[in-house]
């Protein structure tokens, strides 16, 4: 609880910066303005020493005074000014609520501070690029889908418990997740599973015991809530990240959304970005390798297209083992789902393929 | 444990049956046959009585030398025979794997036992309809996607977990619950909640401690495994449930489905159906009552066409309060989401608005 406290101290220090700095230039007779980094393609390169994505150093500038800007000026402020409460009074939100507890009409006028949750978000975006804080920092919670599995002990609100006495269940991974603090663990890595079934496969095979493992899924791509809660866990318990998805183009993109950052959130892939993961399946050398030929699927059209635009990602295009498991999609023309691997058996998952992968380094990196 | 295996045996015992007539029918020189209800919309009705959809009595016969029928037929016993093994290994699948781990192309032919998953799924259905077993029973598990919260011990294999002591999580609700235990319990009702981030705000507000209930979340759609999970503790623990989701045709929906069934599973309404269901909100009236004139959303076409179909539905065509709301919703042209209540305040949902209408009783039924 002392964590959070500090957390909160911090981002409060920040907002209260802010608001005075605009305080006094009001009072001083200016047009109040503040600097955003630009959050545009222009800006956004390939760090090749932390590798992740990340912004330059251009920034744009609102400036109240400014017909163009007045409108979104305000709106950063109400949304500093509510987050402010949000922190001080213990409550976190979700992105839609931040939206509905702002929306209102402006005295004197039919103008409504919001029209729809996407200006919300886009003004909230800014002002954590332009305040250098998370936006769960902000007490606005990330997107909750997922859950956590294994030998960990977490505290979270006051409650301690065991993720590895939840039955056939896990714990559901909240929007909020700054405040989780590790009692203790047993674990070597994390293995990030992109399907659920996949997930309580590899619970009922007890494999979080055989390879030393916390198991994490995100049900499909790892919404934001889910890459944090990743990322904190592995720089706490200093862990590497092992992802298995399904072979195929969004397998790929699920991968390196969770290592590099996306274009996005390129401003906060230093706290979303894990480049400690490695991939451990599923490739298309498993196909010959398994004896899975008869339990591919066919490319889709959309895939194919997606596989010419990841030959382009900077973390790929100079990488001669990716670009080979791309060129040998494109020529093979299938996809691999994980769950193929119950071609051979319920079992050959947790008894064979990850063992065989995990323990004999296998990866793609 | 012991309650585990009551409910294994059951299932051995209808496919061993299932089995064993089939044996005979080809020793004596039959084609062998099994019959299936019919699962068309010409044999499902609204029983007034139990207030479920049903099917009729028409069956439908599958028979191995009827050349139409012959894929079918065996992909029946390959299921089946699959579905005794998970049930003998005390494994559970998932529908997908279930598919991939039966797939396999025939001795001397080209032919493959399944094509997709819709083909191993249909047969699925049927053989579920035939023994009448359902699908998790069978060891195939549902869509796992959701959580519980609140004042409850569960226990599932061998693990005991209280569902107040997680954090800001909760539970997350596996793909197979048919062994959940209730430990014990402090609730007078469940709510069941549409949105995941309603879901975070009423964790946050400690409602469960103030109007002593369960807090479940589908994240939008109750899935199929989340539907049973609610149907097993209010059956368990005769508890009613109270549906809040979104002022919208979608919304309301959600709550036919949870309280009626479904078409696709009207075979499986006895077990699914929830007829114990009531819906508190959000509806028309709340617009007007709570001043929520601001923070409600144009319909869009395919609104306007689902409030159409849903006037139909069998328990709202003749269902004076719901034919009300639907009329209001197509005049006023607007749907309303829960979470448009955090106009009025962050804490308003959990400080007036629900326990009004709750203790107030103001539901739809």
Sequence with gaps: MEHQKEIDQESLKKINEFGKRILEEIKSGKSPTFNLPLRAKSNITFNEATKTLELGDKYSTRSFLNIAHTRKFMQSLL??????????????????????????????????????????????NDLEASLNILRERLHVEAKARGSIYGDIVLSQAGDTFDCSKLGRGGWAIPGYVEDVDVVNHKADFILAIENDAMMSRLIQEKIYKKLNCLLVTGEGMFPRGVRRFIKILSEKLKLPVITFVDGDPYGFYIYSVLKYGSIELAHLSERYAVPNSKYVGMTMDDIDEYGLQNVTEKLKDVDKKRIREEMQYPWFKDNPAWLRQLKLMEQKGVRIEQQALANKSLDFVAKKYLPEKIEGQKFLD
Tied chains: 1, 2.
Excluded: M, Q
């Design 79 to 124: 949304v500093a000014a509510a987050c402010k409460e949000y922190i001080s009074e213990g409550k976190t939100v979700g992105k839609r609520e931040l939206y509905y507890n702002l929306k209102h009409s402006l005295p004197n006028s039919k103008e409504n501070t919001f029209e729809d949750d996407i200006e919300s978000g886009s003004v909230l």
